[in-house]
C-alpha cells in the first residue's frame, strides 16, 4: 500500500479508510490503480507524495497521469500526477494552462475527506 506524505517528509494525523492500489507488471511496463480516501489530511504541510509503487520508474520517462479528485478543498483547474523518473513515489499538480503556471497541490487542495483516484501505466 502507498503511504502519502509531503516533501519534507510529514505524515502527522493522515489517515484514510480506502488505500487501494493494484499493480501489475507487464514487460517493461507497470500497470496500477490507485483510490484512497482520506478521513483525516492531517496537519503535515506542503506537497502532496504518493510513495509506495512496487516497481522503480524508468529513470528516462515521465508518466503523465489523469486524476480525479472528489471532495477538494480547493478545486483545482486540471488536475494531473507524475511518477518521478527513477523513484516510487507519485506527486499531484495542477496544471493552470492558461496562465501557463504548474503547481504541486499541498495540503490545502485537500480536505479531510477527499478521495485521490488514478489509473495509468508507466515505464519501468
Do not use: C
Amino acid at each position: 500500500f502507498p503511504s502519502h506524505d509531503n516533501d519534507s517528509g510529514g505524515k502527522t494525523g493522515i489517515t484514510y479508510s480506502t488505500n487501494v492500489i493494484k499493480q501489475e507488471r507487464m514487460g517493461r511496463y507497470v500497470m496500477f490503480d490507485l483510490k484512497i480516501v482520506f478521513t483525516n489530511k492531517g496537519s503535515s504541510t506542503g506537497a502532496l507524495l504518493i510513495s509506495g509503487l512496487e516497481h522503480v520508474s524508468d529513470i528516462n520517462a515521465i508518466t503523465n497521469i489523469n486524476v480525479a479528485i472528489e471532495h477538494a478543498a480547493s478545486a483545482p483547474t486540471q488536475p494531473y500526477a507524475e511518477v518521478q523518473p527513477g523513484t516510487t513515489t507519485i506527486k499531484i499538480y495542477d496544471d493552470r494552462s492558461i496562465t501557463g503556471v504548474r503547481t504541486e497541490l499541498t495540503d490545502s487542495a485537500f480536505s479531510n475527506n477527499s478521495i485521490i483516484r488514478m489509473s495509468e501505466r508507466y515505464s519501468i
